[in-house]
């Protein structure tokens, strides 16, 4: 294990080079309270307690500074994983700024989320260990989040080849192995409520919230919700969904889709939405391109096409077998006093 220590810390260094003092910031502090939580329960002063942020006590800032507590070497290089892949892929597309918000409104949505659901747990089942015995914290609900807007940005990317997975499928696959393991009593309850509200609060930020230069949110349709499930589950999630977000539109927690027609284009009536951004379509039209060269590419290995000059030669070769009579062109170049070989069509005799 000691052996290993230098490469991932090698590793490590070199992927916290290209980021802003935002990421590296953020990642020193999660690797000075994984350090610290080896004398002191950080997890209990620092993670959400859902009965501690009630009346009286309000440990408000626990929603705040759990997303940076870890207590286990797995979920130290998971934050440190997230945080560097954050940096790399995300904060050159919307800053640093951005990302810091994003990483607040993931980590205190997750807070709040789950304290609520193990406060219904505990009005369900009265049991004390629901409110006072759960601790969340860790990079997990981070981490659904920054998988949920690799999939808006580059859903397409294919992350493994054998078997062929994109990055779109990668939430909800994690997702499930994370349930599987929850059955199997292998992780914590927290583990995969932090990590599922994740994915919903970032979701709903970048759907709805997120601002750029288009306006609010991303309403193009690869977007979706329903897309983040299997295909044959689309129709029947879409319309739970539709549903769903009239009602939130009724209670002016969502604002309705608006489409904008430019009349005046010259070529034909263009329809945008809020939220999609022009360099989502340029992506999107780069990777086609790009699946285009290589489809192409591929074909041309396989068969080896004839080149224009060997065509040239097999036609001139041909041309000369069919007519022996004619002379070369080395016989061109006699001089005019020397008789040919060959006889030519006005001395030949007369056929009777």
Sequence with gaps: MRRYLPVARQHFLAALAGTSVVVKSLSVAVVLLYLLSFGLDTA?????????????????????????????????????????AAGRLLEPLWGALELLIFFAVVNISVGLLAALAYFLTYVASFHLDSLFAVRIHGGLGFLGGVLVALKQTMGDSTVLKVPQVRMKAVPMLLLLLLALLRLAALVESNVLASYGFGLLSSWVYLRFYQRHSRGRGDMSDHFAFATFFPEI????????????????????????????????????????????????????????LKALNER???????????????????????AKADSPLLPDSGAAGKSPGQESNLISFQEAPAQL
């Design 296 to 318: 192409l590419k591929r074909v041309e290995d396989q068969s080896a096409w004839p080149s224009m000059e060997d065509d040239e030669e097999e036609a001139a070769a041909a």
């Design 44 to 84: 209990y002063g620092l993670g959400v307690t859902p009965g501690y942020l009630l009346p009286p006590n309000f440990w408000v800032w626990t929603l705040l500074t759990h997303g940076l507590v870890e207590d286990r070497a797995w979920g130290l290089a998971a934050s440190l994983a997230t945080l560097g």
């Design 233 to 288: 589950l689309q129709p029947v999630v879409g319309l739970v969904a539709n549903l769903v977000h009239s009602m939130l539109v009724k209670v002016r927690l969502c604002r309705k889709t608006v489409k904008r027609y430019d009349v005046g284009a010259p070529s034909s009536i263009t329809i945008s939405l809020p939220g999609t951004d022009p360099q989502d379509a340029e992506r999107r039209r780069q990777l086609a």
